[in-house]
């Protein structure tokens, strides 16, 4: 698949190193705008620490991290600030806070957003939560909700503000295929509806058949990207051993 | 990024349509940051021209987002309650995706649950002697597990983790050993200090040891080394048990036959007990030898007639008390610390709150055996 759009994150000879370990080594990639990329590997292969670096919460050991042309490791605090309002990331463990309700960490991101009234937060907090199917929940807690739809909640939160841009850190750990499947849709509803540039960094083959529109794969001893393309292209091409194992076995493992 | 970096805002431009209909003409970009605006100039527009229907004209909009969709929704709600039809025209692809996006029935269904209002005053007393009660029945209830798991270790010596019992002997003990001196020093310094002022004028210069040393070793020793072990260690003990709770690492133990009792709580039990009083001796040494202090340097006094006085002071009963004391301090301290560590059900947020409640409620219950000790001992000699 030829990726359409421009791009809105540029990756450019991205390297992270902790201490004598280098995960990533010289890794370039695009992200497209409304694309869902999905970036798969085995643990360990520096998947989240590519997701963190692209999010501005871990800099890069070397090379660089474009979010809408501005280099996010040198950009000062305000502009950092400007862009990660323009971005949306659901935590593998939905990241709530546990002392407010589900309405109050849904609001938290638009209380930042100056000039807003309380009337208009919460019109949009009922939206949020009706979007991903939690109306009514604004009054719980996270701890009175299961996972799955701390989950959901979590994803309300994170489009609080429209972002231009989600990120998703295994987003179906820990859930039912169920629920899994529920949050695939609303994946892709968001990507749909809202436009959203999607990126999910994730281990499951299956989400990833069913979601991406383009997959990236890393591998731990190549320190890097070892494939890319369109998830069906990447089965049929797939003649590298890694990928092969990778996408396969999980499926033979499901048969037995 | 589209909307953040460029937002030219909204414009409005009204028209009246035939069969007294209003046509408004929204332009430009609608984002959450104009919705209450815009959407406060199109119920006053509705207001001043009291039309039969509205049209709200999209076609200029160049770019809506959700929070700007849902603005629509409410107004065309609002006004469908004043019986005037709403139609939304020339809506582009984009808002039209967002408008099949929105749940329109959840944006007006009340919540399941209506937020916890303030409790008044009577119930709010009520509550805290019912929560405090509770809380009563589980610290007691866990002293009982505790006594029931170090009866059964005392017929099984080896069923004890005396590896772990040393690691907490070094934490609670071997660690702690310069924050006690330190703090022991100061403390019989201030104390020398404070008393000299006094006793000087009455040329009682050598009581400043008798003071000193009676106030260390039967009070001050055993209860600031106490207070210092409970905020070192209750907390480090009830952070510990509380984490392992969230993990599931107590389950895991009781299905791999472990009671949690005897293998998490007992090693801190007996390591505490051990050190304690051990700590206590210790801090009497400082806190004497900051007494010692004053006495050269300020009251003229010899080290020798300084340490002979205090000698002279202490009896083997006040010493031997001293250390029970500290012994019954380092169970109140290990009985509370794990208490609050197993009391976690919950999430992190909760081991926090152990963590605070172990310190508080074991320095509560130090001062208390204290006061009992105090009475207690007044009669016994």
Redesign the interface.
């Known amino acids: 698949m030829t990726p359409a759009g421009e791009p809105v994150i540029v990756v450019e000879g991205l390297t992270a190193r902790f201490g004598e370990t280098t995960v990533l080594k010289d890794v370039n990639l695009e992200v497209y705008k409304g694309e869902i990329l999905c970036i798969i590997g085995g643990s360990g292969c520096g998947k989240s620490t590519l997701l963190k670096q692209m999010i501005g919460l871990i800099r890069p050991s070397g090379g660089r991290v474009l979010v809408g042309g501005v280099d996010i490791a040198a950009a000062d605090d305000d502009t950092l600030n400007l862009i990660r309002r323009g971005i949306g990331v659901l935590f593998q463990s939905d990241a709530l806070f546990g002392s407010m309700t589900l309405g109050e960490n849904v609001a938290l991101p638009m209380d930042g957003a100056s000039g807003l009234l309380p009337g208009t937060i919460e019109a949009v907090v009922r939206m949020k939560l009706g979007m991903v199917h939690l109306g009514g929940y604004e009054n719980h807690f996270p701890t009175e909700l299961s996972g799955g739809m701390r989950k959901r909640g979590a994803l309300a939160r994170a489009m609080a503000l429209d972002p231009d841009i989600l990120f998703f850190d295994e987003p179906s750990a820990g859930l039912d295929p169920l629920n899994a499947a529920e949050l695939e849709t609303l994946i892709q509803g968001i990507n749909v509806g809202l436009g959203t540039t999607i990126v999910i960094v994730s281990h499951q083959v299956d989400l990833v058949r069913r979601v991406a529109d383009r997959v990236i794969m890393l591998d731990r001893e190549a320190r890097g990207i070892i494939a890319s393309g369109a998830p069906e292209e990447l089965r049929k091409n797939a003649t590298d051993p890694r990928l092969r194992n990778f996408l396969f076995r999980q499926e033979e493992g499901r048969t037995k | 990024?589209?909307?953040?970096?460029v937002d030219e805002g909204y414009s409005l431009k009204v028209e009246s349509e035939a069969g007294g209909g209003l046509r408004i003409i929204l332009g430009g970009s609608v984002?959450?940051?104009d919705?209450?605006g815009w959407l406060d100039r199109m119920e006053g527009l509705v207001g001043k021209h009291r039309p039969q229907r509205l049209t709200v004209d999209l076609g200029g909009v160049s770019l809506m987002?959700?929070?700007g969709v849902?603005g629509l929704l409410?107004l065309e709600q609002r006004l469908k309650k004043s019986g005037i039809p709403m139609t939304a025209a020339s809506p582009s692809e984009?808002i039209r995706?967002?408008m099949?996006?929105?749940?329109r029935?959840?944006?007006e269904?009340?919540?399941?649950?209506?937020?916890?209002s303030p409790e008044g005053i009577l119930e709010t007393i009520g509550e805290a002697w019912v929560l405090l009660w509770r809380d009563f029945i589980q610290v007691m209830t866990f002293l009982g597990d505790l006594i029931a798991a170090l009866t059964h270790l005392l017929g099984h010596p080896r069923d004890v983790r005396w590896d772990d019992v040393l690691f907490y002997v070094r934490r609670a003990g071997a660690e702690g050993l310069p924050i006690v001196g330190l703090i022991s020093l100061l403390i019989g310094f201030i104390i020398a200090f404070m008393s000299s002022l006094q006793l000087k004028m009455f040329g009682a210069n050598v009581y400043v040891a008798s003071l000193v040393a009676l106030a260390i070793v039967r009070e001050l020793g055993p209860i600031m080394t106490a207070i210092l072990v409970a905020g070192r260690s209750a907390s480090a003990f009830a952070a510990e048990i509380g984490s392992m709770r969230v993990d599931d690492e107590v389950d895991a133990l009781k299905t791999m036959g472990y009671e949690p009792i005897r293998f998490l709580a007992v090693p801190k039990l007996l390591a505490t007990v051990a050190v304690l009083p051990l700590l206590t001796l210790y801090a009497d040494v400082f806190g004497i030898a900051g007494g010692l202090i004053v006495g050269v340097t300020g009251l003229d006094l010899t080290p020798y007639t300084y340490l002979q006085e205090s000698q002279r002071t202490i009896t083997l009963f006040q010493l031997l008390a001293s250390l029970v004391k500290a012994v019954v301090f380092a169970f109140v301290i290990a009985w509370i610390g794990c208490q609050r560590g197993f009391q976690v059900r919950?999430?992190?947020?909760e081991v926090g709150a152990a963590t605070t409640s172990a310190v508080v409620t074991s320095i509560l219950l130090i001062v208390i055996v204290d006061s009992v000790f105090a009475i207690a001992l007044y009669y016994v000699s």
């Open positions: 990024m589209k909307a953040r970096s984002t959450l940051r919705t209450q987002d959700s929070a849902l409410l984009q995706k967002i099949e996006l929105i749940d029935e959840g944006i269904r009340p919540p399941l649950r209506s937020p916890k919950g999430g992190v947020e």
